[in-house]
Nanobody
Framework: QVQVVESGGGWVQPGGSLRLSCTTS????????MSWYRQAPGKGREMVAT????????HYASSVKGRFTIERDDAEKTHYLEMYNLKPEDTAVYYC?????????????WGQGTQVTVST
């Protein structure tokens, strides 16, 4: 059974930091591209950061580049999003995503989301 569980969200003041975690089970974590997405109230879901298998390459949305860092630990089947210098516009529900394209089939797993609120 596939499980994808986010944790680490919460409330933080502008300029603060948070570390999100995504723990997984039920699939071959090391073979999946891992990403973080977010969805703010009234907006669509957007990609925040992606890390390829083996962690060889990362990609960030322009709005978070230089402030967020994505990492993965294949041994723990977990990946992380370190967020620094948070801004009110970072307020959103953050979702963990695992994706693999294999033999023409896309395997796409999502967590339930964790709320991040940045305000005074």
């Amino acid at each position: 059974q596939v499980q994808v569980v986010e944790s680490g969200g919460g409330w933080v003041q502008p300029g603060g930091s948070l570390r999100l975690s995504c723990t997984t089970s039920g699939f071959t974590f090391s073979s999946f591209v891992m990403s973080w997405y977010r969805q703010a109230p009234g907006k669509g879901r957007e990609m925040v950061a992606t890390i390829t298998t083996t962690g060889g390459s990362t990609h960030y949305a322009s709005s978070v580049k230089g402030r967020f860092t994505i990492e993965r630990d294949d041994a723990e089947k977990t990946h992380y999003l370190e967020m620094y210098n948070l801004k009110p516009e970072d307020t959103a529900v953050y979702y963990c995503n695992a994706r693999q394209l294999r033999l023409g089939v896309t395997y796409d797993y999502w967590g339930q989301g964790t709320q991040v609120t940045v305000s005074t």
